[in-house]
């Protein structure tokens, strides 16, 4: 771990954290918590917040793909993802969903122009992000995609789509 520069778990849980917040709404799988959770890690995200039926460490089926940080990942559970976003509005976050809808904002185009303390919204594998958390969020972004599927699973898009806020960041 020395030779990689890695943090010890002190030494993540002390760090300035990326201000940016994932919201997993009724997540079914626990690989895809877990693999969230290990992206939150890497890019040094403020929290995870998990919601409605989203299962919630400690399982060893998200510690399987989480490979340790549930422990170094800050996280809280709402029972609705509508109450988690009204949370974080009322702390100042601008939240907005990952999702394809009328009007939403390419990736690309969003991360170049927003560096305020952020929140996303990752909706359900199949259903997408629900309709009461998306009428409380301040817009959608899209992953453009090209192909006959246009849809990603949550924990690629997830990757995707923090890596690209981060980055923005830190360009």
């Not at 520069?5 to 877990?34: A, C, Q, W, Y």
């Not at 403020?46 to 490979?67: E, V």
């Not at 170094?72 to 974080?88: G, I, N």
């Not at 969903?97 to 904002?105: H, L, N, R, Y």
């Amino acid at each position: 771990m020395d030779e990689l520069n890695r943090k010890s778990v002190n030494e993540f849980r002390e760090s300035e954290k990326t201000p940016v917040v994932v919201v997993l709404d009724n997540i079914r799988s626990m690989h895809n918590v877990g693999s969230v959770f290990r992206t939150a890690d890497a890019f040094l995200l403020r929290g995870i917040y998990l919601c409605g039926y989203t299962p919630q460490p400690p399982h060893r089926d998200i510690h399987k793909t989480a490979l340790g940080a549930t422990e170094t990942v800050d996280w809280r559970y709402f029972a609705t993802t509508a109450e988690a976003v009204r949370s974080l509005k009322e702390d100042g976050y601008a939240v907005f969903a990952i999702e394809q809808t009328v009007g939403s904002v390419p990736l690309q185009e969003f991360s170049a122009g927003f560096s305020g303390p952020l929140a996303v919204v990752l909706g359900n594998e199949v259903d997408g992000v629900g309709e009461e958390a998306l009428g409380l969020c301040d817009g959608s972004v899209e992953i453009p995609q090209w192909g006959m599927k246009h849809s990603l699973n949550i924990s690629i898009a997830a990757g995707i789509v923090l890596w690209e806020l981060v980055r923005a960041r830190f360009k």
